[in-house]
């Protein structure tokens, strides 16, 4: 049971590129998650699906697109990458049912130059 | 909206000594969950424990134990016999219960308490 799966584990863009983070689970959880942790602070929430698709803004969407075409994926889209997205991005997964254990992949580390 | 607040951004502690890490969250649910995730220098997010809000009853898990004031909104955390591999950042966190209003399952985290475990 590999969990939750984050690819890549590290990525250097420069300023205006694009690049896609991948995310899958193979717990069949309905809900998921992208958060991005910068220096210092706590994980802040970016997108979130309650569901195939179903995708809603979390605190901090601008700058990020997402998508979810099927229960285990849940890509996380930069358009136009800017210094300020340097940060390490997580993916994580729950079921909300009674437990409501939140799963996270290993995370990303992304930096804008 | 909720907040969480760690007042601690580092601390340290002697191996197998016992240390309390601190947490305050604002709120206007009545049912709620709060969890303390540990990160490692690896990155990955492990939870360390969950308190259910209608549950008087503080958790515990092993070493790791809760001290959960649900009226002074207080939920700290106590490390006994500390060992070299729980130096990480610790993290409290809050999430609605799902039968909340709007509960997303999404989770608000402090900004995290550094812990460093000293031979």
């Known amino acids: 049971n590999a969990g939750v799966t984050q690819t890549p584990k590290f990525r250097i863009l420069k300023i205006g590129q694009s690049m896609t983070l991948q995310c899958t689970q193979d717990m069949n959880h309905n809900y998921m998650y992208w958060y991005r942790q910068d220096p210092g602070m706590g994980l802040k929430l970016i997108y979130y699906s309650v569901g195939a698709g179903i995708t809603d803004k979390g605190e901090v969407p601008n700058g990020y697109n997402v998508s979810r075409s099927t229960t285990e994926d849940f890509p996380l889209r930069l358009e136009l990458a800017a210094p300020s997205q340097t940060s390490v991005y997580f993916c994580?997964?729950?079921?909300?049912?009674?437990?409501?254990?939140?799963?996270f992949g290993q995370g990303t580390r992304l930096t804008v130059v | 909206a909720q907040t969480v607040t760690q007042s601690q951004p580092e601390m340290s502690v002697q191996e197998a000594e016992t240390v309390t890490l601190s947490c305050t969250y604002d709120?206007?649910?009545?049912?709620?969950?709060l969890f303390w995730y540990k990160q490692p220098p690896s990155r990955q997010m492990i939870l360390v424990i969950r308190q259910e809000a209608y549950k008087q009853q503080n958790a515990t898990e092993n070493r790791f134990s809760v001290n959960f004031q649900k009226a002074a909104k207080s939920f700290s955390l106590k490390i006994s016999d500390s060992q070299l591999g729980d130096t990480a950042m610790y993290f409290c966190?809050?999430?609605?219960?799902?039968?909340?209003?709007?509960?997303?399952?999404?989770?608000?985290f402090g900004k995290g308490t550094k812990l460093s475990v000293k031979p």
């Open positions: 709120t206007s649910e009545n049912n709620y969950y």
């Open positions: 966190a809050f999430m609605k219960h799902k039968g909340a209003g709007g509960s997303q399952g999404n989770l608000i």
């Open positions: 994580a997964s729950t079921t909300l049912n009674d437990g409501t254990e939140a799963f």
